[in-house]
């Protein structure tokens, strides 16, 4: 374990479990922009942040789903530098019939520094049918929610194990300039009206891949 210093930039790659099959979900980088207290090593900084990632992700997957963990790295890191977080695993708070789990609702990231080609995008995967209006968009309750979570993303302060600690953390747009690597403080989430896919969330001829 090492400590957490205000201007790291860590990748943090969340997981969720549908239908007792684990999938990546997304792939975050954060970057520390203040610290409370110190000596704060990073699997504490993760637990907490596993913590408020799950409180805004739960909501959104179905009740037969479960948000499972967190894996961690300084970026740049080798991929054996990964930590694991699995502090906060609880299940889904969406009711209604799942549609296909690689059907998803997409969330573009925008930076005012960076390129016009290098925008960013995440995932919501497995809406339920009640999600979708009749021209198969997002209906209106579903994208606010999608925009109230997109926009709590984009700061995160987190409490940490030990009286007085806290972090708070800047989601970045991560892209690579002139052959190096460069981050740019995401300022804008866009939910598409559309639905997009992810194939790799498909059950066919997939084999469970534990987080542990």
Known sequence: MAFVLVGDVYRITTYVRFDDRQNQLNVHYYKCTGS???GIVDQDAMNGVMGVLSGL???LIPTLSKFHGTKWAKDGAVLLAEGLSISTVSSGGRTGDSLPPQVCAVISQRASGA???KRGR???PSPTEGDSNAEAELTTDYRASLTNFAAAML???TVVSGAGKSTSWQKQLRYK???AIAYQDVTLSIVRNNFGTQRRRSTI???DAPLV
């Open 36 to 38: 409370i207290g110190t």
């Open 57 to 59: 992700y739960n909501p």
């Open 115 to 117: 390129p016009i080609g």
């Open 122 to 124: 995440y995932y919501m």
């Open 155 to 157: 700061f995160l302060s």
């Open 177 to 179: 300039t002139l052959g």
């Open 205 to 207: 001829n997939r084999a």
